[in-house]
Protein backbone atom coordinates (compact mmCIF):
# COMPACT_ATOMS: atom_id res chain seq x y z
CA UNK A 1 0.00 0.00 0.00
CA UNK A 2 1.15 3.64 -0.91
CA UNK A 3 1.86 6.41 1.43
CA UNK A 4 -0.26 9.35 0.35
CA UNK A 5 1.91 12.31 0.12
CA UNK A 6 1.89 14.52 3.01
CA UNK A 7 0.27 17.81 1.99
CA UNK A 8 2.87 20.41 3.65
CA UNK A 9 5.06 21.99 1.21
CA UNK A 10 8.82 21.56 2.80
CA UNK A 11 11.10 24.11 1.63
CA UNK A 12 14.48 23.40 3.82
CA UNK A 13 16.79 20.26 3.11
CA UNK A 14 19.33 19.84 5.72
CA UNK A 15 23.02 18.00 5.08
CA UNK A 16 25.98 18.00 7.79
CA UNK A 17 29.99 16.97 7.36
CA UNK A 18 30.89 15.07 4.05
CA UNK A 19 27.44 15.82 2.48
CA UNK A 20 27.55 19.32 2.79
CA UNK A 21 31.04 19.41 1.62
CA UNK A 22 29.82 17.40 -1.47
CA UNK A 23 26.60 19.86 -2.09
CA UNK A 24 29.02 23.10 -1.77
CA UNK A 25 31.96 20.98 -4.10
CA UNK A 26 28.86 20.19 -6.74
CA UNK A 27 28.88 16.59 -6.80
CA UNK A 28 25.94 15.64 -4.73
CA UNK A 29 22.90 17.28 -6.00
CA UNK A 30 20.32 14.30 -5.25
CA UNK A 31 18.55 13.23 -1.84
CA UNK A 32 16.41 10.15 -0.68
CA UNK A 33 14.48 11.52 2.49
CA UNK A 34 11.57 8.93 4.02
CA UNK A 35 8.16 9.17 3.23
CA UNK A 36 6.33 10.66 0.89
CA UNK A 37 6.87 14.41 0.78
CA UNK A 38 6.32 17.78 -0.88
CA UNK A 39 8.78 20.31 -1.26
CA UNK A 40 8.81 23.67 -2.83
CA UNK A 41 10.39 24.84 -6.19
CA UNK A 42 12.18 27.36 -4.00
CA UNK A 43 14.37 25.78 -1.34
CA UNK A 44 17.34 26.33 1.46
CA UNK A 45 19.31 23.44 1.47
CA UNK A 46 21.69 24.03 4.72
CA UNK A 47 21.48 27.83 4.53
CA UNK A 48 21.89 28.28 0.50
CA UNK A 49 19.32 28.85 -2.00
CA UNK A 50 18.21 26.20 -4.10
CA UNK A 51 16.11 25.03 -6.96
CA UNK A 52 14.03 22.06 -6.85
CA UNK A 53 14.74 20.43 -10.10
CA UNK A 54 12.63 17.13 -9.19
CA UNK A 55 10.70 14.98 -6.93
CA UNK A 56 9.43 11.70 -7.14
CA UNK A 57 7.26 9.75 -4.59
CA UNK A 58 8.17 5.60 -4.87
CA UNK A 59 9.38 3.08 -2.32
CA UNK A 60 13.20 2.31 -1.77
CA UNK A 61 13.28 -0.73 -4.05
CA UNK A 62 11.91 1.16 -7.29
CA UNK A 63 14.45 3.55 -7.11
CA UNK A 64 17.09 3.45 -10.12
CA UNK A 65 19.85 2.73 -9.50
CA UNK A 66 21.34 5.91 -11.24
CA UNK A 67 20.14 7.65 -7.75
CA UNK A 68 22.45 5.39 -5.64
CA UNK A 69 24.97 5.27 -8.14
CA UNK A 70 24.83 9.63 -8.00
CA UNK A 71 25.33 9.27 -4.03
CA UNK A 72 28.60 7.29 -5.08
CA UNK A 73 27.17 3.89 -3.98
CA UNK A 74 28.02 1.52 -6.15
CA UNK A 75 25.96 -2.03 -5.35
CA UNK A 76 22.58 -2.30 -3.07
CA UNK A 77 24.03 -3.87 0.32
CA UNK A 78 25.88 -0.67 0.62
CA UNK A 79 22.63 1.46 -0.69
CA UNK A 80 20.76 -0.19 2.43
CA UNK A 81 24.00 0.15 4.85
CA UNK A 82 24.38 3.60 4.78
CA UNK A 83 20.62 4.45 4.51
CA UNK A 84 20.29 2.75 7.57
CA UNK A 85 22.92 4.76 9.07
CA UNK A 86 20.20 7.77 8.99
CA UNK A 87 16.92 6.17 8.75
CA UNK A 88 17.16 3.11 11.05
CA UNK A 89 13.81 1.30 10.21
CA UNK A 90 14.31 1.12 6.22
CA UNK A 91 13.09 -1.45 4.42
CA UNK A 92 13.15 -2.05 0.86
CA UNK A 93 9.57 -1.26 0.55
CA UNK A 94 9.35 2.35 2.41
CA UNK A 95 7.98 4.84 1.00
CA UNK A 96 10.70 7.59 -0.22
CA UNK A 97 11.01 10.53 -1.85
CA UNK A 98 13.81 11.62 -4.65
CA UNK A 99 14.72 14.91 -4.66
CA UNK A 100 16.99 16.73 -6.87
CA UNK A 101 18.08 20.36 -6.81
CA UNK A 102 20.74 23.19 -7.86
CA UNK A 103 22.28 25.24 -5.83
CA UNK A 104 21.89 29.21 -6.69
CA UNK A 105 25.16 30.18 -6.00
CA UNK A 106 28.08 30.99 -9.07
CA UNK A 107 30.33 28.33 -8.56
CA UNK A 108 33.07 31.15 -8.06
CA UNK A 109 31.85 32.15 -4.97
CA UNK A 110 31.96 28.30 -3.46
CA UNK A 111 34.62 27.28 -1.41
CA UNK A 112 36.41 24.16 -2.29
Not at 20 to 35: A, M
Not at 83 to 93: F, G, Q, S
Request: glycine share 6%.
Amino acid sequence: MSEQPSSAIETKLEFHGRFLQYILGGTKRVSIRLGHRNFSKDLEVSGFRAKLNYQKHTVLKAVPFSVFEAEGWTNMLQVMFELRKVYPTITWDTPVTIVEFHLNIPADKVKK
